[in-house]
């Protein structure tokens, strides 16, 4: 039996020949595929402005950058997410409040949200988990009410919608990431979104070394130079995305629904065959057909101990079933606890989350018999944890 992976790209002949065509156009950064790819993703989520950048994190260390977070400030965020939300708030010296998740979207819980704002609060930084938008406009309306900015890290969420709502479409600014897993990919990449005219503006300076953006891709000449002054107004980054990513981009952008539609159909496959599983929480979505499904993340229940679940996680990875635990939580990760003293019993919801849930193979490609193998193979190894376990 060959391994059936985590996740996987679905990359079709239309990528491979944009790519191409972007390699054979001559021009392999800041050019017109660029434009376009950044034009698609401002369609998509009805947003004024959108500045493609090398990643995701790249582009959540501009917008807290652009919104001028720095030492002394906090930013209220979630701790059961990718280590790289929490970080873009360390990159600019601010100092990130974790507050505890809702247990059942597993998204930060808008009434925590509320109480942990202090005069020293400068923005809230909230992320899509596993492609949910839930209670996105509910943290929208706390941060409108206190004047202070919702950056809505929507790297996992591409595609979903809640209450009408795009996923991007939240925050003063949203950022996407294009990682190889991601629901689309650009190998590496990001983008920004947001209806701020200035905010733009300087995230196309800041992501190319505090330049001022010309706007025009003919402004750099065919050495990569630009024909204007090399006027550097702020100190910037080298954020840049490449017309290779680009041209990839589009392509996956131009699939977009049809892979949707793929991954929401597996989805509902997963729920089918796992329902009558007692030991297993499924991922609660409040209205299935907003979720853009990320990833799939199953939960033991709680009588389950981590120890278990990670015999699990291993049981099923000796099946050549590779399986993840998305996510460990990032205050309890060693430099947080180093920096910050957090300990365990914290944010005792997102830890409890954290220790029980297994992240099962997901992929557009995924064919019946995989998804047969990896359910059956689970119970098989659910099974065992209940045998092995003294009798109480
Ligand atoms: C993928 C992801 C990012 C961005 O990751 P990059 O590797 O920098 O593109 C940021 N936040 C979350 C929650 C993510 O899942």
């Given at each position: 039996m060959s391994?059936?992976?985590?996740?996987?790209?679905?990359i079709s002949h239309l990528e491979i020949q944009s790519v191409i065509d972007a390699l054979r156009?001559?021009?392999l950064t800041s050019g017109p595929r660029q434009a376009r790819f950044e034009e698609m993703i401002a369609e998509r989520t009805g947003r004024s402005h959108a500045v493609a950048v090398s990643s995701g994190t790249a582009g959540l260390h501009l917008v807290l950058r652009g919104l001028d977070v720095g030492p002394g400030d906090e930013v209220?965020?979630?701790p059961f997410s990718f280590i790289a939300s929490a970080n873009s708030v360390l990159y600019v010296g601010a100092t990130p409040i974790f507050v505890d998740i809702d247990p059942r979207s597993l998204?930060?819980?808008?009434a925590r949200v509320e109480a942990a704002i202090t005069p020293k609060t400068k923005a809230i930084l909230a992320v899509e988990v596993f492609g949910n938008a839930q209670y996105m406009d509910r943290l929208a309306q706390i941060a409108r009410n206190y004047e202070i900015p919702l950056i809505e890290d929507a790297c996992e969420g591409?595609?979903?919608?809640?209450?009408?709502a795009p996923v991007g479409s939240f925050g003063r600014a949203s950022v996407f990431g294009f990682y190889h897993n991601k629901q689309i990919t650009t190998g590496e990449g990001g983008m920004i979104v947001t209806d701020d005219d200035r905010l733009a503006d300087l995230f196309r300076t800041l992501r190319n070394h505090g330049r001022i953006d010309q706007k025009t891709p003919d402004s750099i000449g065919a050495g990569g130079f630009s024909s204007a002054r090399l006027q550097h107004e702020c100190l910037g980054y080298s954020y840049r995305l490449s017309e290779m990513a680009c041209a990839l981009g589009i392509a996956q952008m131009e699939r977009l629904d049809t892979m949707l539609e793929a991954r929401r159909r597996l989805a509902g496959r997963?729920?089918?065959?796992?329902?009558g599983f007692g030991d297993l929480i499924l991922p609660n979505a409040e209205s299935?057909?907003?979720m853009s499904w990320f990833v799939f993340v199953v939960r033991l229940s709680d009588q389950f101990t981590q120890v278990e679940r990670d015999r699990v996680i291993d049981g099923m990875r000796r099946h050549d079933i590779c399986v993840a635990n998305y996510f460990p939580c990032i205050h309890l990760q060693p430099f947080y606890r180093e920096q910050f003293g957090f300990d365990r019993g914290a944010l005792p919801i997102a830890e409890s989350v954290s220790q029980r849930s297994i992240a099962l193979p997901f992929f557009n490609q995924m064919d019946e018999t995989q998804v047969e193998l990896v359910v059956h193979t689970l119970k098989v190894m659910l099974q065992r944890e209940q045998l092995l376990r003294p009798e109480e």
């Open positions: 391994v059936i992976p985590l996740s996987q790209p679905d156009s001559g021009r209220i965020t979630t998204n930060l819980d808008p591409l595609g979903g919608s809640h209450h009408g997963y729920m089918q065959r796992l329902m299935p057909d907003d």
